[in-house]
């Protein structure tokens, strides 16, 4: 049995009552009011009790039996409909419940009933009880299912987005206690020096017969010569004039210059691991630093907004009802960017299935948001319940192109690509250029980009993403792995896009007639663990254009200014096709390189549309 609210009280209320209102003599409102609750989905037992019960109270014998049996033979009717096609629609119960209201008052005129009303008192009657219920079934179903002021349940809560913040803490802690670790050496203290010349002195000295004259005087000179000479070998300068100078005051100058050489060399082999320790340290700081800021991200929970969208929800429903699709859980969620997303929890009667992109167009109509269905949702809903996820849909589109070329005597190409759709309303596309050509540069370039969309699909930001890419390149080991970066990340709501640019060739932006340059002077990733990410940001409108570029792309044209020339070709293509674009610019290099293709060559071209509404 159905859960009863108050609601449904009122309802049925009013279908009693409804038994009062006598026009003519005849009780339109009886069978119209019974079957805009029967298709409310008021408990239908409680409902029928209601109506019978009013007519009993105020209606007379004949009339009662009258509308007695056609409400008797409008909810038969509505059944079998809905058994046989496993849905019945509220205009078909309106025609159903005038039909049977018309027939069973002709069957009583044809049986000389008493008061019963003529063919055309009949017909009037069947009209209004069927625009009655077709008007109000929906608005009554909204009144139904709208819940605004309904308190919400308490959440119980456990804590995990608590922990999460408590582990993003910690993490950012332990990155600044690392990064406060970093204290990197480029020369020797006095201390460090001094320890030398102990050293040498102990190793040396000690066993001279001179060595009383040397060092036991109260300002010995060979403090400050052996002191001279050490600060030279430090700041890298010629160290004749020292080397004379310890002649001068020792017999065994050679012994002491070559062991004060190897004291030296240990210690600056030293330092380079120190350094290269502290670099480590640095990189893991980075990634801890990262790892914090995924977990803050992960933190952030879609906020539930259900009660706001009370009327939204009810119409939902009710389409969800019309089309005979049964309704499990339904809520509507906000997340960090300010995007609403639909959980609809639902099945259809059996052997029906209904296409789930229709079911998005639908409730794009109903509401002022434009929904599309999420890609792991099934194509067709069926008898099955699963959850289906609705989002909502992106303000631009964005259509991409490629061409490439390989350099002459490969046979793969050294840059890889890109073009990531994100679940966030991000499109993010991507070119690296691995260092040199062929297979090697080809599985450079390749662990770039893989990791880089590894990154951006767990949810960090491009930047966070390079640095942690380059601090994994780094400490590769003896391998070294240098490749350049170009990434741009729009935004398809706002239309703002971010460069990111390592090492990379210009980018360039058209903007109708117009195009702007973005240029880079930083070195690839994986040479240095402390490096530096050039960016950009540009606000993209309708038909603007990225075009992005490897460095054999540019450097092969044989031009004083290659950068104007590839401005001046963008400016002859007029194509809208992204595609397109991307073959001619290609078309257009090769004609200034005489055919010939020095270079591996990648051209990649993204067009922003803004969609209709």
């Known amino acids: 049995m159905k859960r009863v609210d108050v609601k449904q009280l009122i309802v049925c209320a009013l279908a009693l009552l409804a038994a009062n209102a006598n026009v003519g003599g005849v009780y339109p409102l009886v069978p119209a009011v019974f079957m805009v609750g029967f298709m409310m989905g008021v408990n239908r037992s409680l409902l029928l009790l209601a109506s019978f019960a009013g007519l009993i109270i105020f209606v007379p014998i004949v009339s009662m039996i009258k509308y007695s049996l056609a409400i008797l033979a409008a909810v038969l009717i509505v059944k079998a409909i809905e058994w046989y096609y496993q849905r019945c629609s509220g205009a078909v119960a309106a025609i159903v419940a005038g039909a049977s209201t018309l027939a069973v008052g002709q069957f009583c005129a044809m049986m000389h009933l008493k008061d019963s009303p003529n063919l055309a008192i009949s017909m009037l009657e069947a009209l209004f009880v069927a625009g009655f219920v077709h008007l109000l079934v929906r608005f009554g179903y909204l009144f139904l299912q709208w819940e605004p002021l309904k308190r919400a349940s308490p959440q119980i809560t456990v804590g995990g987005t608590k922990r999460l913040e408590y582990y993003a803490e910690s993490f950012e802690q332990l990155s600044k206690t690392f990064g406060q670790m970093n204290r990197y050496k480029e020369d020797f203290t006095a201390e460090e020096l001094s320890r030398m010349q102990s050293e040498v002195t102990g190793r040396i000295c000690v066993s001279c017969g001179q060595c009383a004259i040397c060092w036991e005087q109260e300002n010995p000179p060979m403090y400050q010569v052996m002191y001279r000479f050490l600060q030279k070998l430090q700041t890298g300068y010629l160290t004749e004039n020292s080397a004379r100078e310890l002649e001068e005051h020792c017999p065994y100058s050679a012994e002491l210059i070559n062991h004060i050489m190897q004291i030296f060399e240990k210690a600056r082999l ?57 309704i499990g859980q339904i809520k509507m969620m906000e997340n960090a960017n300010g995007k609403k997303i639909l959980l609809l ?137 240098f490749s350049t970066v170009d990434v741009a990340d729009m935004d398809l709501d706002s239309g703002t896009c971010q460069l990111y640019k390592v090492g990379a060739a210009p980018t360039f932006v058209k903007h109708g007639g117009h195009v702007a340059q973005v240029t880079c002077e930083n070195p690839p990733i994986g040479l240095f663990s402390k490096m530096e990410i050039q960016t950009a940001q540009v606000t993209l409108k309708h038909g603007d254009f990225i075009v992005m570029v490897s460095d054999g792309v540019l450097e092969h044209l044989y031009v004083d200014q290659p950068e104007e020339t ?47 509404r």
């Open 270 to 326: 030293n330092m380079s691991w120190y350094n290269r320790l502290q670099e480590n340290r640095e990189v893991i700081a980075q990634q801890l630093n990262a790892m914090a800021y995924i977990m803050e991200d992960c933190a952030k929970e879609n906020v539930d907004i259900s009660r706001q969208e009370g009327k939204f929800l009810a119409n939902v429903k009710y389409y969800c009802r019309e089309q005979g699709v049964q």
């Open 345 to 481: 929890s639902c099945k259809t009667k059996t052997g029906r299935c209904i296409p789930v992109r229709e079911m998005a167009k639908q409730f794009s109509a109903i509401g002022q948001e434009r929904f599309v269905t999420r890609p792991d949702n099934p194509v067709l809903l069926g008898s099955e319940e699963v959850l289906l996820t609705f989002v909502e849909d992106n303000r631009y589109s964005v259509y991409q192109g490629l061409a490439r070329m390989v350099k002459e005597g490969e046979q793969i190409s050294g840059d890889s690509f890109s073009f990531l759709h994100l679940q966030d309303g991000r499109f993010v596309m991507s070119l690296s250029d691995g260092m040199g050509s062929g297979a090697v540069a080809s599985k450079e370039s390749e662990m770039v980009i893989d990791l880089l969309e590894k990154f951006l699909v767990a949810g960090f930001l491009p930047d966070a993403s390079i640095r942690m890419m380059n601090s994994a390149m780094v400490t590769h080991g003896e391998n070294n792995l």
């Open 566 to 612: 590839m401005k001046e070709i963008l400016n002859l293509i007029e194509t809208t096709n992204a595609k397109q674009m991307a073959r001619q610019i290609l078309e257009y290099i090769l004609l200034y390189t005489g055919g010939t293709v020095r270079d591996d060559m990648t051209v990649l071209v993204a067009g922003i549309w803004e969609k209709d």
